[in-house]
């Protein structure tokens, strides 16, 4: 494995920005070299062609989303308020993304061939991302007899579904009123 490089890290903070504000097929391999100011050469070093290089961008993305879940997870203490921070990050991403969408989903939309290796990191990071709801959900249950009455199956599914609703209509409408929506839904499937 190489070392870590200055260039490396330039070429692939300039694919994080292109392939997501511009997609996979939208951008070229000569704007990502003119934007990380590398070499061809430097670049095709690193990533011998651009399915590698947006692999090591969806690599870079997932460490990078999962690290910032983990770290608003970590702010909270009870299940209570693990349940509740999933959302809630998710609420301050979709501004930091200007409305752009989820990175995974807009992959896997420009993505036909589910074999991908881009697809299939794609389906990877979101499927983390449900077992971490399932998870703080089966947290919640267990904590307390008020959550007793739990789906955790039902609930973690409902949950995903406003998430990723909520997203995309953001997206779409370039506002928050659908993931402040998301957010009181997720909140009424803790009801009996």
């Not at 794609?122 to 499927?127: P, Q, W």
Request: charge should be neutral.
């Amino acid at each position: 494995m190489r070392p870590k490089s200055d260039a490396r890290e330039r070429i692939i903070n300039a694919a994080c920005d292109l392939f997501y504000r511009q997609g996979y097929h939208s951008t070229s391999v000569d704007e990502i070299i003119e934007a990380s100011k590398v070499s061809k050469p430097t670049l095709y070093n690193y990533f011998p062609s651009k399915e590698i290089l947006c692999i090591g961008y969806l690599e870079e993305r997932t460490r990078r989303e999962i690290g910032m879940m983990e770290a608003s997870l970590k702010k909270v203490q009870t299940p209570k308020e693990r349940y509740s921070a999933i959302i809630q990050h998710v609420r301050g991403r979709i501004k930091s993304w200007e409305y752009r969408g989820c990175g995974f989903m807009n992959m896997l939309a420009e993505m036909p061939d589910p074999m991908s290796p881009m697809v299939k990191i794609s389906r990877s990071y979101i499927d983390a991302n449900r077992s971490l709801i399932l998870s703080v959900v089966k947290e919640l249950k267990e904590s307390s007899e008020e959550y007793a009455h739990l789906d955790v199956k039902a609930v973690s599914d409902a949950y995903y579904l406003h998430i990723a609703g909520a997203i995309s209509t953001c997206q779409e409408c370039r506002q928050d009123w659908p993931i402040d929506r998301a957010i009181e839904s997720v909140e009424n499937l803790l009801k009996p």
